[in-house]
């Protein structure tokens, strides 16, 4: 059983940055794929980003390339989305995920991923 704990979420005016760190209680098996979702009200949760733990080959949605960065600490079993040139429509609860899987799917869906954190809110104002 892996425990994710989210933190760095906040408000922010648009254009600005924001750094969201997820920690895995147990360490992080080199087989994993770690993603970054958000849902935001009234909609469904999406995918933003992943990386495979042990490559560090990422993937992000079209909506937040060139934005958003997605990055690992293999060291302190913790993976960080790096928020950039944010905008009103990226308001959203963003949750941690973990996939034993691996890459080779369906990355995309929620059903891939096994563990996930609480959420937490990132407000973007206009």
């Known amino acids: 059983q892996v425990h994710l704990v989210e933190s760095g979420g906040g408000l922010v005016q648009a254009g600005g940055s924001l750094r969201l760190s997820c920690v895995a209680s147990e360490r992080i098996f080199s087989s994993y794929l770690m993603g970054w979702f958000r849902q935001a009200p009234g909609k469904e949760r999406e995918f933003v980003a992943a990386?495979?733990?042990?490559?560090?080959?990422?993937y992000y949605t079209d909506s937040v390339k060139g934005r958003f960065t997605i990055s690992r600490d293999n060291a302190k079993n913790t993976v960080s989305l790096q928020m950039n040139s944010l905008k009103p429509e990226d308001t959203a609860v963003y949750y941690c995920?973990?996939?034993?899987?691996?890459?080779?799917?369906?990355?995309?869906?929620?059903?891939?991923?096994?563990?996930w954190g609480q959420g937490t809110q990132v407000t973007v104002s206009s």
């Open positions: 995920a973990a996939s034993s899987r691996g890459s080779r799917g369906i990355i995309t869906t929620t059903r891939w991923y096994d563990y």
């Open positions: 990386i495979n733990w042990s490559s560090g080959t990422t």
